[in-house]
């Protein structure tokens, strides 16, 4: 049976609960995610830019997860991003919660929030994902996301993938 369920922007009474789902996947298998980030620091900074996005259970109201537009200026001048894709917006901090996981909520975050940014008239998407997340690589592999480089930031190897919105 298939879930109701509505993707919103987050709100301040959702960001307890947000970074709680962060902190519950730090140390997970291919996470990459510290005691050190996320943090409230990143969750006030998307609420206050108003890019932060849920999706919930339309029913219970219950977080499903999270996905945020992120403004990270290292990763934005990388030269692996295509001119022809600009305006391009990069999607960052995905995390599902565990009862959740393995149902597809991580693709259709995704695919929300390349419609919002589409909306918002960007061309293009981008991001990052650690080279030893091989289930992200698949996952954005079937949202149609190209390989376009290789980068280390913040002491972690990622590959950067992008794709036309």
């Known amino acids: 049976m298939e879930q109701k369920e509505v993707f919103l922007h987050a709100t301040q009474e959702d960001a307890e609960q947000i970074l709680r789902l ?4 730090v140390g997970t298998e291919c996470c990459t995610w510290t005691e050190d980030y996320p943090t409230e620091r990143e969750v006030s900074y998307d609420l206050s ?5 849920c999706l919930k259970n339309q029913e219970t109201g219950n977080l499903m997860g999270v996905i945020s537009i992120d403004e990270d200026a290292n990763v934005e001048v ?15 901090r995905v995390a599902v919660v565990p009862e959740y996981q393995n149902q597809g909520v991580a693709g259709r975050l995704m695919t929300y929030a390349m419609e919002e940014l589409k909306k ?5 998407v981008h991001l990052l994902v650690s080279k030893t997340n091989e289930k992200a690589h698949r996952a954005y592999g079937k949202l149609d996301f190209a390989n376009v480089g290789e980068c280390q930031l913040y002491g972690c190897d990622f590959w950067c993938y992008e794709r036309k919105l």
């Open 120 to 124: 918002q008239g960007n061309k293009g």
């Open 22 to 25: 962060y902190r519950s996947l």
């Open 49 to 53: 830019r108003n890019a932060l996005f």
């Open 78 to 92: 990388m030269d692996c991003w295509s001119e022809a894709l600009k305006p391009s917006r990069e999607l960052s």
